[in-house]
């Protein structure tokens, strides 16, 4: 199928992005990230956005930088970029792992981590993760920026806790510190997306696990931690 019409506008900078959508506020408008879940639900006429808004090639939104105990990772950072990053393997373990499992190679070369987040569909792999790793998601709209923990930031099916005003910009993952990370899924055996996912994330010391963390992806409505 072919998706609708559309009105196309690429975004050079954040406050372009928060610009354009205001200038758009009473279409219906949709940012376009790495694409591979918008324009398949286009493409099948689940989404039929009248404007689409591109901010994949902001460059305030890509990279990663290990900055004291955060790790922060631009919400436009492709899927390959984290699994090649040593900094991410080594803050972030369980982030990695679950990023590895992510689709295939092509999903992996244009999917980003902030899309996956903010699409906030509870099969993904990365809203488990981001729990597990007690990540903070940043926020960006026309008052500024909001810092939200994972543990709140997904409030249900496809309804992260961003306005239709905002747009995530990173994430926060504060530094394993030398703690073991780890993520297991049961893939579906047509799509691959998780029919359950778990992340881990275990501090230990001298051999007893002093906090654990886990997240969880697909038995519920939303991804869940305990
Ligand atoms: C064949 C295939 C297999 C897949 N397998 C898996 C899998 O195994 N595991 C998995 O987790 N995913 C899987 N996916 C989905 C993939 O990971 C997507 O890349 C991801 O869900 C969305 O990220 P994106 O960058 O492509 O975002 P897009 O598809 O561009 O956007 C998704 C949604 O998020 C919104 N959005 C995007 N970025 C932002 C932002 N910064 N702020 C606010 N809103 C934003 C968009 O407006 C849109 O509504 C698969 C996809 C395909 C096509």
Redesign the pocket.
């Known amino acids: 199928m072919y998706p609708d019409e559309f009105d196309y506008y690429e975004a050079g900078s954040v406050g372009e992005a928060l610009d354009l959508l205001n200038e758009h506020s009473g279409a219906e408008a949709?940012?376009?990230?790495?694409?591979?879940?918008?324009?398949?639900?286009m493409k099948t006429g689940l989404?039929s956005?009248d404007v689409l808004?591109d901010?994949?090639g902001i460059d305030a939104?890509q990279g990663i930088e290990a900055d004291g105990d955060t790790l922060s990772i631009g919400?436009?950072t492709?899927?390959s970029d984290l699994t090649e990053s040593d900094a991410v393997a080594e803050h972030a373990p369980a982030l990695a792992e679950?990023v590895r499992?992510?689709?295939?190679v092509?999903?992996?070369n244009?999917?980003?981590?902030?899309?996956?987040?903010?699409?906030?569909?509870p099969?993904?792999?990365?809203p488990g993760a981001a729990l597990a790793s007690d990540a903070a998601l940043v926020?960006e709209g026309p008052d500024g920026e909001r810092s939200i923990p994972a543990d709140d930031f997904f409030f249900g099916m496809?309804t992260?806790d961003?306005g239709p005003d905002?747009?995530?910009?990173r994430v926060e993952v504060p530094s394993a510190d030398g703690g073991v990370g780890a993520y297991a899924?049961k893939?579906s055996p047509s799509?691959?997306?998780?029919m359950v996912g778990v992340a881990a994330l275990l501090d230990t010391d001298g051999g007893t696990v002093t906090s654990a963390r886990v997240g969880a992806?697909a038995p519920a409505t939303t991804s869940t931690r305990t």
């Open positions: 949709e940012l376009l990230a790495g694409g591979h879940s918008l324009l398949p639900a989404s956005p808004i901010i994949s939104m919400a436009m492709k899927y679950a499992q992510v689709g295939d092509q999903v992996r244009r999917g980003t981590i902030g899309g996956n987040l903010a699409h906030a569909d099969a993904a792999d990365l926020v496809y992260p961003v905002e747009l995530l910009t899924k893939p799509s691959g997306y998780a992806n």
